[in-house]
Each structure stands twice: as structure tokens, then as C-alpha cells.
């Protein structure tokens, strides 16, 4: 008999799904709320056919031989990409029923796949992880006015497409009604952030030697400006020598080689390391034992409209962050961080040693952090959100979305503020 459950394809392809945690909660909650989902992405080196995490969320992966590193390597990687979502969205639409298509940027080429499902009457979704233009003028330096135009052109065919959007904060909704032209009723909030049930239960930093660990966890590529990690992390050593603490770097991505070399260079392989990529329940354990997190993010008028997923990690598990002070990350992290002006490495370094050196500041702090993630951060208030879009789209009302069916509820009144 044919599965009658309405069914999601979720469109993501500037990782392999299995490592984005935002993609895996909303295919879980797919899955809790009766739906039936399936993911196209790039090609993992495990090569799954099931998302980890969910019951039977099929993967539809492709290989990925391109790598952008200019302007028509990237155009060459994303119709490529183009290519290979529209060849496999098509093939699960010849063997089964396809209901809907949500699609995550980068980058905001699948308006095209949106014109087809809406030609057949079917909701497209477009999922807004990133400001194209943006980041497209963060990396080139002196960008191209006809590049720039053209990734403008499709994010705004992008938003104009969708039957719905999802945001991942304010201020991305409030681009999606200013720049996008988006009715505020087509626009749905959906932060990111792990669940509570994904947040160890632990009270307070713990370490299996004295020495106290300063974090950083995300991913390393030339925005992210991890570098200011470890030169901070040179200047913290000059300010209060290297016996008790450690900068534990956890992440992956494209500037990798160059922050090992960086570390070597300036003589502090003692006390940086790196870990690679972790696993969810990795990251976790790391974060039960940080003293304090890192958001070496430089200020810019992207970074002022981005939520870190990193910062929200940190504040989950209490840790006090030191990040610059940018609007989104004020409003994520709120007095659970400490701010500084530019993101130099000196200040980073100062902030970093003082939070170190007072115990009670970090533990007031990591209070603040918590209550924030228990009562409005944590995914168990952002899926409700996401689920009641999906229930309108496709069941014509919205309904009450019972986070507990999926083992979420309990954890609530457990989670240690």
C-alpha cells in the first residue's frame, strides 16, 4: 500500500546532509508530525542512504566534483548543482508522490525547481540560511557590480517563488519585507539551535586535567575568521602565561592548513588544538567542559544580520561567550556574552583572561545563557513554528504541534538553569 503521509523533499547543498543539524531537526520533525521527508544533497563520505538521526529519511545524494574558488567555478559548481537537484527531484517524482519542495540557500539558484512546483500546484519552500550578496562581497573584496546584480537578481526570484519562507531570525525576515517585497504573512521565523534533549544534563565545566578550556566550534572557512582564535590565543599566553588553560579549536572547512601552519608560526601548538569535525554528541561533551567560547566573527553589515549557530551551542550549555558586538548576536546571546568593540586579537585576548580570572561573572552568566536557550532559544519553540507552516501548506490549517511526541516535552522541566 502507498504511504499516504504528505510528503517533503528538502533541497541542501553546500554540505552533505548528515552534517547539517538544522536540516536533521527539521526531518525529524517532519517525521513527528506525520509526515513523510527526503533529502538531495551532495554526496557524504560514508555515502548514507538514511539521515542519521531520523527514522526513514531517505538521502538522494549526488557527487560533487567542482570546488568554486572564483566567479565561474562558482557559476560552473552551482549549475551543476542545479543540474543534479532537478535530475533527482525528477526521478522521486516519476517513483513517488513529491508534495512539496523546501529548498536551503546557498546558493539561491532553485527558484527554478520553485517555478515547477508551482506550475504543479505544490508548495515550495525557500529555507534563507544565507545572504548571497553578502557573502559574496565579504569574500571578493572588491566585487563585481554584474555578479553582485546577478546573485541580487536571485535571491529576490528566490523570495518572490516561494510560497513560503523561512527565516532564521528578524533580521532576515525584515530583508525578506524590505528587499524581498515579501508579505509579512509568507514570512516564518524558524531559529536555529539544538533541542533539549541534545544538551547534556551537567552542572558546570568539567575537565579531566586543571587547565580551563577556551572553545571555539564551527566552521573554519575565510569569513568565519577562526585566525583571530589563535592569535588571540598568543597574546592570552603573554597576559597570563599557559598553565591553566587551553584553546580547543573543533570545526572544519577550507582555512584549515592555513590556521595549523598559523599556529605553528606563532609558537602556540602547546596550547591550541585542533579536533577536526565532531559529532553532535561530541560538540556536546566539549561544551559541558568550556570555560568560555569564542565568536571570532568580524563586524560587518552580513555579520550584524547573522545568528551564529555556534553562538546559540555555547548559550545552550551555559558557557559565556566573548564575541564582537553585532545586533544579532546581541540578541541571541543578550548579557550570556561579553562584548568587544572591533574583534581584534588584544581584545579578544582581554576579555577572554578576565572571564577566565572571575569565577562569579562566568557563573552569572552562564545562568543568563541557559534560562535564554530554556525559554525561547532552544528548537523545541522554533520547530512549533516550522511545523505549523508545513500543517497550512499541506493540511490547510495549522495545528498544535506536540513537541513531547517526540521525547522533548520531559527534557524541558529537566534542563538545569
Sequence with gaps: MADQRPHVVI?????????????????????????????????????????????????HSFPQPLA???????????????????????????????DAVQACNPPDVFWLVGLLMRALGRPFVFDHHDLSPELYECKAGQPRPS?????????????????????TNESFRELALRRGGCPPEKVV???????????????????????????????????????????A???????????????????????????????TERGVDDIVRFTGWLEADEVDALLCSASVAIQPDRPSRMAQMYTMAKTVEYVARGVPVVAVDMLETRRTAEAAASYVETGSPDEFAKAIDQLLSDERARAA???????????????DHQVKSYI??????????????NEVSHGNGADAARLPI
Design 388 to 401: 505549523r507552516l508545513w500543517d497550512r501548506l499541506l493540511r490547510g490549517s495549522p495545528s498544535d504541534y
Design 233 to 263: 590565543a598568543e597574546r592570552l599566553a603573554g597576559l597570563r602565561g599557559t598553565d591553566d588553560w587551553e584553546l580547543v579549536v573543533a570545526g572544519d572547512g577550507e582555512s584549515m592548513p592555513e590556521l595549523r601552519r598559523l599556529a
Design 365 to 379: 552568566m552562564s545562568a543568563t545563557g541557559r534560562q535564554r536557550f530554556v525559554d525561547e532559544l532552544a528548537w
Design 147 to 167: 555578479v553582485l546584480w546577478m546573485l541580487r537578481l536571485f535571491e529576490r526570484l528566490s523570495w518572490r517563488t516561494a510560497t513560503a519562507v523561512v527565516a
Design 11 to 59: 533541497v541542501v547543498v553546500n554540505l552533505p546532509a548528515e552534517r547539517d543539524r538544522r536540516v536533521i531537526r527539521e526531518c525529524q520533525a517532519l517525521e513527528a508530525a506525520g509526515y513523510r521527508a527526503s533529502v538531495i544533497c551532495p554526496r557524504g563520505p560514508r555515502r548514507l542512504t538514511v539521515l542519521p538521526g531520523t527514522t526513514a529519511t531517505r538521502i
Design 68 to 98: 568554486g574558488k572564483g566567479v565561474l567555478s562558482f557559476a560552473a559548481e552551482f549549475a551543476w548543482a542545479l543540474i543534479a537537484v532537478a535530475t533527482r527531484l525528477l526521478g522521486l517524482m516519476l517513483r513517488t508522490r513529491v
Design 189 to 231: 521565523v524558524v531559529r536555529n539551535g539544538p533541542a533539549l534533549a541534545e544538551v547534556r544534563h551537567g552542572d558546570g565545566p568539567t575537565t579531566d586535567d586543571h587547565r580551563q578550556k577556551v572553545v571555539y566550534v564551527g566552521v573554519i572557512n575565510p569569513q568565519d575568521n577562526v585566525e583571530a582564535t589563535v592569535l
